[in-house]
């Protein structure tokens, strides 16, 4: 790699690395220290190709999750097995790692342009701006920066587009799945909101158990199938389909019920 060369969006790839592995060793006791992450599915993530890979994910925070998912796919590609033990995975990180985010959160401060570097594809949200509903069209720069993200490497996007649970699935994700037809892998996260504030940054409560599930790729006819069925493909893939919403619920009446009856006992 020369010393300045640069990556598809113009970034420095020796300035991309050095933020990377600085954020990476910061960032590294967060879910292998205060906090415990647990992985499954290092192995799918081995097995993949090296460009053309969109993961889909519910999202919990601004940046932990995807800092998290900088960890277990650096990890991974070291050869670990579901672990982030030991940060030196992070030396010689993927380059060509790639995530969605709203323009407007990767310019609020310093700490989130330094996260952009690191692999942020900022895009104006047509539904959200400043805290306000819109309705504006979608800029084609934004979607051909992403077939440039997807022509390159791995490009992660969380569809729902907030970090809400049980939102709507985005449909401009499924457009982007038929069209340009990647390899698309889901994840599901949990902990990271009991664990962080919402932009992630900073810790709310220790000792946490974190996961993070890398699901096998979906089968997806690209031809044949609708935009309606492929969000709701990607709604079970991410667990954000409305029936887990009732499985949820129920668990956690069954959860109180116990509690309550310990009480009473």
Do not use: C
Not at 9 to 20: A, D, M, P, T, V
Request: proline share 4%.
């Amino acid at each position: 790699m020369g010393l300045f060369k640069k990556n598809i969006f113009g970034q420095y790839l020796i300035l991309k690395k050095w933020i990377i592995r600085v954020l990476g060793v910061v960032s590294h006791q967060r879910y292998h220290g205060f906090n415990e992450l647990q992985i499954e599915g290092s192995d799918i993530l081995r097995s993949l190709p090296e460009t053309n890979i969109l993961f889909i994910s519910n999202h919990q925070t601004y940046f932990a999750d995807v800092v998290a998912m900088f960890h277990v796919f650096n990890a991974a590609l070291s050869g670990r097995d579901d672990s982030i033990k030991n940060v030196g995975y992070l030396w010689n990180p993927k380059l060509n790692l790639y995530y969605v985010a709203a323009k407007e959160t990767m310019k609020a401060g310093f700490l989130p342009k330094l996260f952009a570097y690191a692999g942020s594809i900022s895009i104006e949200r047509t539904w959200r701006a400043s805290g306000k509903d819109v309705n504006r069209q979608v800029k084609m720069s934004d979607i051909s920066n992403i077939k440039k993200a997807l022509d390159d490497g791995w490009v992660i996007t969380f569809p729902q587009g907030t970090t809400t649970p049980f939102k709507p699935i985005r449909k401009g994700t499924a457009h982007i799945i038929k069209h340009y037809k990647p390899i698309v892998v889901p994840i599901v996260i949990d902990g990271f909101r009991r664990a962080f504030d919402k932009k992630g940054i900073r810790i709310k409560k220790k000792n946490i158990l974190q996961s993070m599930e890398i699901k096998a790729p979906l089968d997806i006819d690209y031809e044949n199938e609708t935009i309606e069925q492929i969000v709701e493909k990607i709604e079970y893939a991410i667990e954000q389909h409305p029936s887990f919403l009732k499985v949820i619920s129920q668990e956690e009446l069954t959860e109180n019920e116990t509690l309550n009856q310990k009480r009473n006992w």
